[in-house]
């Protein structure tokens, strides 16, 4: 995938149509569905004195100014240049932060700012799918009155139906999302062009000085109504996100020359109806046309939410291969389903958790009114964790000064740090709903790797170093019986504690063994002339070092049967594979507080074996258990 987006970043000079559609399929459809509930949820802040025009302008501005701002100069024009051999996304970007840092508590801060946007990232993509396809629902309401009552358990049953099909991956149907995408847009655009051609004045709110007269007028109520407004931008971390897949310079075109044509047609369209008929504020997305295009544009609208929902989902996967390959989190069963797509994945466990999740907050909320209190403060909290990491990005790899690094994204972040504040005033509304499942998540994240780490340092105490074995070795008179074992490490320097009980209960020795340690790097992908580094330690006796990127899965026998070029003939299905297996309780001192540790021992239990992640074949496994107290 990376290597496809470097070649597609070279040539951008040749961007063809079926990627422009790819582009709107997977990165628009968030973003794409905002004018759903996004004006409507603005306007409530003023519904009770009686719309006025001048309001209905502010709004407007407000809305053309965050789209200009926040997606268009710092995404589309700043962020996506900041991409990490082709990958883009909150951790791709805290690990292109990272390098080159010395220090270790710079490194650590800009981790733990990385993880934030990561766990915000989760709870937005629960709350997504929830609102996106409720408030296309709502669309019935309009469309046929009676069928209201229907409106919940259609909901529940499309949410349901879209986490079922999962397992079946998205090529099969990512075909039809760019199209679907392009008649969306085509359709909100061409509706709220006639709406705005029918009261053109309408078009003074391109003016900032309306966005600044609704602020200075309402003061407290405009800067609550600011975490309503934020709504129109939700989906733009999706653009630097996808990256990956279709490179910056198509997300770029498709952004400038249609999809913020039509979104502003349509906000400015639903505006212009506004002031024709205030009664309108109630839905003016699904009012905005004749009355014989509500229904259609209610399954038009349903159908790009599902879009919309399927490329949260599918992001959520990826960042949790992400966290996984880079020790956040533990092993997750992680499923291809695509034989020629890296990055076409399915993760059985946060496929169960996300729909568990947005089942209950649709239960909880049952509106799209209700659950806008919920979406926006994860959201605008991604946006200042990318925005300080993009700060450290483009003043050490673009080597801006840092005055300039400063004005530019200190900016962007006051801008950002408004909203967030906005929308933290929603807490008690619901707003707690991502700031709990972000907490949560983080909780985990850094038990697991707290823990991980104070299991390796304890394994270091424990263990033998590789040298005074090998110096050993020819003394000590060791049977070596025919065969290849492949020995697993986490640390090249020591013996393996799994080598040490064989020879300890078997003591006999392979003639041909390799040490093998897998190594995942912060780069998207390693090429293929990188991926292993072999080294002799003695006659028969191999180090092995695979390297993995964090957006690739491992394959270890497939890896090891690539060495014949090193002079290491592997034949997986034939060589015996020796694992340790931990059995960790707590220390009677622990370092860890004992919430941390139960959290670390519960994750370690339930992480897949090493076995199936690294796809090593089940009947070749020996292994050799030990307890291990942290």
């Keep these: 995938m990376a290597t496809a987006s470097a070649e597609a970043g070279k040539t951008h000079d040749k961007i063809r149509f079926p990627a422009l559609l790819g582009v709107l399929g997977v990165v628009y459809g968030d973003i794409g569905t905002s004018p759903l509930y996004a004006f409507k949820a603005s306007m409530e802040h003023f519904k009770g004195h009686g719309t006025e025009a001048w309001e209905v302008l502010g709004i407007l501005s407000l809305i053309f100014w965050a789209l200009i701002l926040v997606v268009t100069l710092k995404y589309v024009m700043l962020v996506l240049r900041a991409d990490n051999r082709g990958e883009g996304g909150i951790l791709s970007l805290m690990a292109l932060a990272q390098r080159?840092?010395?220090?270790?508590?710079?490194r650590n801060g800009l981790a733990l700012i990385g993880i934030c946007g990561a766990c915000l990232f989760f709870g937005d993509g629960i709350i997504t799918p929830a609102i996106s396809v409720l408030s296309a629902v709502e669309g019935l309401e309009v469309a046929a009155p009676q069928l209201a009552e229907f409106v919940l358990p259609a909901s529940v049953v499309i949410i349901v139906g879209l986490f079922l099909i999962q397992y079946r991956g998205t090529h099969s149907v990512g075909v039809l999302f760019g199209p679907i995408m392009v008649v969306f847009f085509g359709a909100i655009g061409l509706l709220g062009a006639i709406s705005v051609a029918h009261h053109p004045h309408v078009l003074l709110a391109l003016s900032p000085?309306?966005?600044?007269?609704?602020?200075?007028?309402?003061?407290?109520?405009?800067?609550v109504a600011l975490g309503s407004v934020v709504l129109?931008?939700?989906?733009?971390?999706?653009?630097?996100?996808?990256?990956?897949?279709?490179?910056?310079?198509?997300?770029?075109?498709?952004?400038?020359?249609?999809?913020?044509?039509?979104?502003?047609?349509?906000?400015?369209?639903q505006g212009a109806l506004v002031l024709t008929n205030p009664k309108a504020v109630e839905n003016p997305f699904f009012l905005l046309g004749p009355s014989w295009t509500q229904l259609p544009m209610v399954v038009l609208a349903t159908a790009a939410?599902?879009?919309?929902?399927?490329?949260?989902?599918?992001?959520?996967?990826?960042?949790?291969?992400?966290?996984?390959?880079?020790?956040?989190?533990?092993?997750?069963?992680?499923?291809?389903?695509?034989?020629?797509?890296?990055?076409?994945?399915?993760?059985?466990?946060?496929?169960?958790?996300?729909?568990?999740?947005?089942?209950?907050?649709?239960?909880?909320?049952?509106?799209?009114?209700?659950?806008?209190?919920?979406?926006?403060?994860?959201?605008?909290?991604?946006?200042?964790?990318?925005?300080?990491?993009?700060?450290?990005?483009f003043r050490r790899r673009f080597k801006w000064s840092r005055a300039t690094a400063i004005a530019v994204f200190g900016g962007f972040f006051l801008v950002d740090?408004?909203?967030?504040?906005?929308?933290?005033?929603?807490?008690?509304?619901?707003?707690?709903?991502?700031?709990?499942?972000?907490?949560?998540?983080?909780?985990?994240?850094?038990?697991?790797?707290?823990?991980?780490?104070?299991?390796?340092?304890r394994w270091k105490q424990d263990s033998l170093p590789l040298t005074s074995f090998l110096n050993r070795l020819p003394q000590s008179r060791t049977v070596r019986v025919p065969g290849m074992a492949v020995f697993l490490t986490g640390n090249p320097d020591y013996v393996p504690g799994a080598l040490l009980h064989n020879l300890k209960h078997n003591k006999v020795l392979h003639e041909q063994v390799l040490f093998v340690t897998v190594q995942n790097v912060d780069f998207p992908e390693v090429p293929a002339a990188e991926r292993s580094e072999v080294v002799q330690l003695s006659p028969g006796i191999h180090r092995v070092l695979i390297r993995y990127g964090f957006m690739e899965s491992p394959n270890l026998p497939r890896d090891l049967a690539g060495l014949q070029a090193a002079g290491v003939t592997v034949d997986p299905m034939q060589a015996s594979y020796f694992l340790g297996r931990d059995t960790l309780v707590a220390a009677a001192a622990p370092k860890m507080p004992m919430w941390r540790m139960w959290i670390f021992l519960v994750l370690a239990r339930n992480a897949v074996s090493a076995t199936e992640f690294f796809r090593i074949p089940s009947d070749r496994v020996v292994e050799l258990g030990v307890r291990v107290a942290i």
């Excluded at 949260?312 to 880079?326: D, F, K, N």
């Design 305 to 393: 939410t599902v879009i919309a929902s399927q490329a949260v989902i599918s992001g959520a996967y990826s960042m949790t291969r992400q966290c996984v390959q880079l020790g956040f989190l533990p092993r997750m069963t992680i499923r291809h389903t695509s034989a020629t797509e890296e990055g076409q994945i399915y993760v059985p466990q946060i496929n169960a958790a996300l729909l568990v999740g947005v089942i209950v907050l649709v239960f909880a909320f049952r509106t799209s009114d209700n659950l806008a209190a919920a979406y926006g403060i994860a959201v605008t909290g991604t946006f200042l964790c990318t925005c300080a990491l993009a700060l450290v990005v």
């Design 417 to 457: 740090i408004v909203f967030f504040a906005a929308n933290a005033l929603k807490i008690p509304e619901g707003g707690w709903v991502p700031l709990a499942l972000g907490l949560s998540v983080m909780a985990m994240m850094t038990s697991w790797k707290r823990g991980r780490d104070l299991l390796l340092d």
């Design 209 to 223: 000085t309306y966005a600044i007269g609704i602020l200075i007028h309402y003061k407290w109520v405009a800067f």
């Design 100 to 106: 080159d840092v010395a220090s270790p508590a710079l």
């Design 232 to 269: 129109a931008v939700t989906g733009a971390e999706a653009l630097y996100a996808d990256m990956g897949h279709f490179g910056a310079r198509p997300i770029r075109l498709a952004w400038l020359y249609f999809v913020l044509p039509c979104l502003m047609l349509n906000y400015f369209g």
